[in-house]
Structures are given as structure tokens and as C-alpha cells.
């Protein structure tokens, strides 16, 4: 894996200058701990939400963060360098270091030493933002700042990770190689009495093998009728997810059949993934995801033998793809337009005696036409002889 271009980051922040400047921003409190890895650097881990991670981004001038003093001593010990590139780090001890109700995490002061006690700040406020914080917590901060107005950050954090830079997409297309290898690797392992625990402790072995990041989680995997979970002739697995290369995820679908598949199901099987390469066809720049949506559904609408997931709008036939599964929604209550850079997953659904068919692939929108960087396994229905 190629490491980091020296200027990922400062893109990053540059980017999301030029979108607050569009949006008349003076400056970006970042406090959802993803959102917080992508500007800064500094993984923090999903089971340590209760220790707050803020990166405080102004339009002019050093952007700073507020971290607990973890991570500064096991720097400090060990002799290794902070994993940030921000300078201005504000360390508090520990949770709870106070028995306030409230806390004041720093913000403030920040927001007071750039100049920025009576502009416009940008805060995780609305849809598919989540505050980092709690919202007592947020509650002080606006008291303490007053003057400030606090609008919604989601345009400008999700104009920054929506396109994908080069570094990104390359990381995808890593986790798919080895997250696919990995799954072919199970395919020619299966018989007829595995389990499904054991099919998902081989593909976590084998991620690890390949050179996956050891914090991959475990593929979904489903089809098994026998006892204990166990497959059986005639089952068909279903296997859904993928690894991950630093941080950036592969999440795709593919089936296998134990024995000799039913014309039925390879009926099922063939045509949709036949629809899918239809949709992929149609994810190039300006297209409306809304548009994918309402061509798949008039697809399936001609096929009645198929028994459509998405009878409602809101139910998605795919959606981004990148440090976890993002925005938008091909769905026909999403008006997002496609971009070149921007990485989905289309995947439309039906329902069938044997689960769910969605098929799934991986795909990155070019201005010269989409590319698929899940080429493996084969999609085919795979079966276990």
C-alpha cells in the first residue's frame, strides 16, 4: 500500500475552506470522531466516543485540536511522534475530570483566540452529522459564546469526503483485492456441513493474511438451514461487507450454492446481476442517484417473478462508500447528482426463497465512464462441489 501523499491533508483543509467560504463559514467545530480522523489524522476508536476528540478548523489562520492525554503518553513513552499533523493541541486528563454537569471541553477559548466569538460556525447539526459531544455540553458552549450563530456542518463535511482523492480510491481498491482474495479463499474451502461462524473466523484469518487492517470486522453471512447454523445441499451463502485498508472499506456481495444450482436460481442470480451492470452503466457525473433509483425500479417492475426490496422510495439500492457506509443514498428520496471521485455500492434487491439477491459491486465515477474496482471473486453464483 503506497503511503499518504504529503499533501492529503492540506487538501483536505483547503477544500473544506473553499466550501465554507461558498457557504459564508468563518470556521468548522468538528466533534464526530470519523469526521475528526479525516481532517486530523487521529483515529479514535468507536468504543471511546465517551472521551471527546474536537478539531477546530478556522477559515483563516491554525486550525487546533482538543484530545484526552492518552495518546501524548503513550507518545511521550514510547518515543513516538503524535499521531496528527495539527500543531496546536489542547490535552485535557481524563473523563470525568470534572463533576459539572456540563463540561467546558476548550472550545470556546479556541473559537476566542481566532477572533471568532461573533461569526458563523459550522457544527455537526443535521442530517447524517451526529455531535461528538454531549448535548448539555453543546448547550454551554452556545451560552458561553453568544453572539455565535451555529449552523449545520453536513454540507461541508460531506463535500470534502464525498470525492474521493486518488490516495482514497487506491485504498479501496486495495481492500477489494485482498478482501477478495480473502472470499475466494473461503469459496474453495466450503462444504457441505460448515458453519457460519466458521465461514466468518476463515475470512477474518484470512484478511489478516493478505494485509488487511487488523481492525477489519467480520462479513455478514447468512443461508444456512441446517443445525447450528450449518449449511446444507442446496443452501446458497450470502456474504456481504469486506475488509479495510487504511480505515477505507470494501463492501460488496457475493452467493454460493451447495450442489448443483436450480435453473431458478441461477435465473435469480444471472438477472440481477445483469441488472446491475445496467446501473453501473448509467453512474457517471450528473446523473441524479434518484434517476439509478427509478431505472431499476421500472427494471424489476417488468420482471414479476421478482420480488422487489424497495417497495417504498427511502429503500436504497446502494449508497457511498469510504471510511464507513456514507452518503448519498440511490434511493428516490436522495437528490444528490454524481461527481467524478465519488466511490458507491449499488446493489438492488430481491427477495427470494433462498434470502436476499443484491448483488454488489464496488464503483468508482469517472468523467471517461465507471470503474469497478471489485473485480473478484467472479461475481457468478460460485458452487460448492
Not at 78 to 87: A, E, G, H, K, L
Request: proline share 9%; hydrophobic share 35%; with cysteine.
Amino acid at each position: 500500500m503506497s503511503a499518504m501523499p504529503p499533501d492529503e491533508y492540506p487538501n483536505r483543509v483547503a477544500r473544506a475552506r473553499d466550501l465554507m467560504r461558498e457557504r459564508g463559514l468563518d470556521g468548522l467545530i468538528v466533534t464526530d470522531p470519523v469526521h475528526y480522523g479525516y481532517f486530523t489524522g487521529q483515529k479514535v476508536p468507536a468504543w471511546m466516543k465517551s472521551r471527546p476528540a474536537i478539531f477546530v478548523l478556522p477559515l483563516e489562520g491554525e486550525p487546533a485540536l482538543i484530545t484526552w492525554s492518552g495518546p501524548e503518553m503513550f507518545c511521550r513513552l514510547y518515543d513516538m511522534p503524535f499521531p496528527s499533523w495539527v500543531q496546536d493541541r489542547r490535552i485535557y486528563p481524563e473523563v470525568p475530570f470534572t463533576d459539572a454537569p456540563r463540561v467546558d471541553w476548550g472550545v470556546a477559548e479556541i473559537v476566542r483566540e481566532r477572533g471568532l466569538e461573533s461569526g458563523r460556525l459550522g457544527i455537526e447539526l443535521g442530517r447524517e452529522t451526529w455531535l461528538g459531544i454531549p448535548y448539555d455540553d453543546y448547550e454551554l458552549l452556545r451560552e458561553q459564546l453568544p453572539k455565535v450563530r451555529f449552523v449545520d456542518s453536513g454540507p461541508v463535511l460531506w463535500g470534502c469526503r464525498l470525492i474521493k482523492s486518488e490516495w482514497e480510491i487506491d485504498c479501496m481498491r486495495q481492500a477489494c483485492a485482498i478482501g477478495g482474495r480473502a472470499w475466494q479463499r473461503m469459496f474453495e474451502g466450503l462444504r457441505p456441513g460448515i458453519s457460519v461462524p466458521e465461514v466468518q473466523r476463515q475470512v477474518l484469518a484470512f484478511y489478516t493474511e493478505e494485509g488487511a487492517d487488523i481492525t477489519s470486522e467480520p462479513p455478514m453471512v447468512f443461508g444456512a438451514t441446517g443445525e447450528g447454523r450449518t449449511f446444507q445441499k442446496g443452501d446458497v451463502l450470502y456474504i456481504d461487507g469486506g475488509c479495510s485498508v487504511s480505515g477505507y472499506r470494501m463492501d460488496i456481495t457475493r452467493r454460493a450454492v451447495f450442489g448443483k444450482p436450480s435453473p431458478r436460481q441461477l435465473a435469480e442470480h444471472d438477472g440481477m446481476w445483469d441488472l446491475l451492470w445496467e446501473i453501473i452503466e448509467r453512474m457517471v457525473p450528473g446523473t441524479p442517484v434518484s434517476e439509478i433509483f427509478a431505472f431499476s425500479q421500472a427494471r424489476l417492475a417488468a420482471r414479476p417473478e421478482f420480488r422487489n426490496y424497495s417497495d417504498h422510495p427511502a429503500k436504497r439500492i446502494g449508497h457511498g462508500i469510504g471510511l464507513e457506509n456514507e452518503p448519498p443514498s440511490i434511493s428516490g428520496t436522495d437528490k444528490t447528482v454524481l461527481e467524478a471521485g465519488m466511490v458507491l455500492t449499488p446493489e438492488p434487491k430481491i427477495e427470494s426463497e433462498d434470502g436476499l439477491v443484491n448483488p454488489e459491486e464496488q464503483v468508482v465515477v469517472r468523467a471517461g465512464g465507471p470503474e469497478v474496482i471489485s473485480p473478484v471473486p467472479d461475481w457468478r453464483l460460485y458452487e460448492v462441489n
